[in-house]
């Protein structure tokens, strides 16, 4: 039997797999925004570490930007907590870089797993990980994975990630992967 589009991707980036079937993906993008970011920054600084490779890395702006007040920069976040994040954002791509950064006010500046596809960073074939839970929408031809906020140091360091296959059949035991896989295999029936 032929092997699901799903199980094509996966195999392609398995770095390392454990008897138990946990296995060790690359991740070929990792997209970033300020509320998920910081710890995982913070966590590389602690650590003496640099980005492993900054071109992999796509960041926005995104949760905590206002939709109107643009026109009073950043004072129009009114949320002292929501600026701190954005303007974290700022200081830590400065200071660990990224492939493209569409910081508050930048005219491509959007929602994280939208802003991937829209400027043509997230492509058929590829991992990408993102700490969003919105990550595995961009469609059946990628492997999104939102890991959480304690696992997002691990991809930025090393650009992998590990994950497990549910029971071997080629699909991850998250829903909205899970569900790709499904009409990656079976199809959408028209």
Not at 2 to 13: C, F, P
Not at 131 to 150: K, L
Request: some cysteine; proline content about 5%; aromatic content about 6%.
């Amino acid at each position: 039997m032929g092997r699901t589009l799903y199980d094509k991707i996966w195999d392609e980036h398995v770095v390392h797999t454990e008897e138990d079937g946990t296995a060790v993906l690359y991740i070929d993008r990792h997209l970033v925004h300020e509320v998920t970011s910081p710890q995982a920054f913070e966590g590389l600084r602690e650590a003496g570490r640099k980005v492993w490779r900054v071109s992999s890395i796509v960041a926005t702006a995104d949760h905590n930007t206002p939709t109107t007040g643009w026109e009073q920069g950043y004072d129009g976040i009114t949320d002292p907590i929501s600026k701190e994040q954005v303007t974290t954002l700022d200081k830590n791509i400065a200071e660990f870089g990224s492939a493209a950064y569409f910081p508050f006010l930048h005219k491509r500046q959007g929602i994280v797993h939208v802003i991937g596809p829209e400027n043509g960073a997230t492509l058929p074939g590829m991992t990408v990980v993102c700490g969003d839970s919105h990550t595995s929408t961009p469609g059946a031809q990628r492997r999104g994975v939102g890991p959480g906020r304690r696992l997002l140091a691990h991809p930025v360091h090393r650009r992998r990630r590990q994950v497990r296959r549910r029971g071997g059949t080629g699909r991850h035991p998250d829903r909205a992967a899970s569900h790709l896989g499904h009409l990656a295999r079976d199809g959408v029936g028209h």
